[in-house]
């Protein structure tokens, strides 16, 4: 049997037993070692029980491969994998190019199909992909979502070395960020209203922070760039406050990243502050599966510290714990660690 999560409404959850999971012949079962808990999942947590979808919740899922279906290759058996979260299906022109999250039949873990907070899940085994001994399962766990955020955000925005980035919210999305744009060189500033997000940022290699809520926002930013902009601004948060702060400090010909899931209505002068700058506004939802090889490459051959990330482990059977941490706010990365289990 398989021990698993369900969220029941209104805060409420529990730890069930389902029978073990049967892979298809494209898919395979990945026993869980690490579980990260999103905030997307908190949005769940919280919700009515009648809009909750009836499937186990969680997305950023890392394991090792049990089972394969007979379709599925047969050296992945026992292969230590983190799982991409976005199910596309496999067949149309942006699955075959890798983009699975921009598929328009994609489910996600966690809403669409059972997710991660479980002994078991299964995927197909495209969403799978292999980690080096070099990469602990913690970061890997972060590489899922937060920091496979971070890195969609670097590619489509073309961040090199010589650009100052400003990474507007210091959570998990925006310090993955932090460590990405600075293992390439570039020039990090971060902004955050939380004291201990800033002096994690500056502790991972940005090179200033701003509390955004000690004067005009915009203005605190600038100061550090004289006045010019950024080449690269990434909004983590998901706010309309945030996003029209972003559009406001982009340099001439930059790029703005909406990486910040929110449904806030904003008002948007496109002529001054996109046409005239030039600039160019990029959404980013979810990571393309072609991104995570070059993704997890980097992370294990630069040692980079996304272990750090994490500050809470809970074993599944303490979900109620895990979901309080994470609803203060007062944590990184919380993660079911299911060598605890």
């Known amino acids: 049997m398989v021990r698993a999560l369900r969220l029941l409404g209104d805060k409420h959850l529990d730890v069930y037993e389902v029978p073990d999971p049967e892979p298809g012949p494209a898919d395979v079962v990945v026993r869980l070692t690490r579980a990260a808990v999103c905030g997307t999942d908190i949005h769940l947590y919280r919700a009515p029980a009648d809009i909750v979808p009836p499937v186990v919740p969680g997305h950023e899922p890392v394991g090792v491969v049990e ?12 292969t230590r994998v983190l799982v991409a979260g976005v199910v596309g ?4 022109a942006m699955c075959r190019s890798g983009v699975n999250n921009a598929c328009a039949q994609a489910v996600a873990m966690g809403l669409s199909r059972d997710g991660a907070d479980a002994t078991h899940v299964v995927v197909p085994w495209t969403n799978v992909v292999a980690l ?14 937060a920091g496979g955020t971070a890195y969609t955000v670097m590619r489509e925005c073309g961040v090199t070395g010589e650009d100052q980035v400003a990474v507007l919210g210091l959570g998990p999305v925006g310090l993955s960020l932090v460590i990405l744009a600075t293992s390439m ?13 800033r002096r994690q940022a500056l502790d991972l290699g940005a090179a200033a922070v701003v509390d955004p809520s000690t004067g005009d926002a915009a203005e605190l930013l600038q100061a550090a760039t004289s006045g010019r902009g950024y080449d690269v601004v990434a909004e983590c948060v998901g706010r309309a406050e945030t996003q029209k702060l972003a559009l406001a400090v ?26 005239a700058r030039h600039a160019r506004v990029v959404g980013i939802s979810a990571t393309p599966i072609a991104y995570f090889p070059a993704l997890v490459e980097r992370a294990a051959r630069l040692r980079l510290p996304f272990e750090r990330l994490v ?9 109620v714990e895990a979901f309080a941490v994470m609803e203060s706010g007062d944590c990184g990365k919380v993660v079911f660690d299911f060598a605890c289990s």
């Open 67 to 78: 089972h394969a279906g007979d379709a599925a290759p047969v050296a992945l058996l026992g």
């Open 89 to 92: 299906c496999g067949g149309c």
């Open 132 to 145: 080096p001994d070099e990469l602990s399962c913690d970061a890997a766990a972060v590489l899922t979502c």
């Open 185 to 197: 060189g570039a020039t990090v500033v971060g902004s955050d209203p939380v004291a201990a997000r």
């Open 250 to 275: 982009v340099a001439m010909r930059g790029r703005v990243a909406m990486a910040g899931l929110g449904d806030e209505p904003v008002t948007v002068n496109w002529m001054r502050d996109v046409l």
């Open 311 to 319: 500050t809470h482990r809970f074993p599944l059977e303490q979900a």
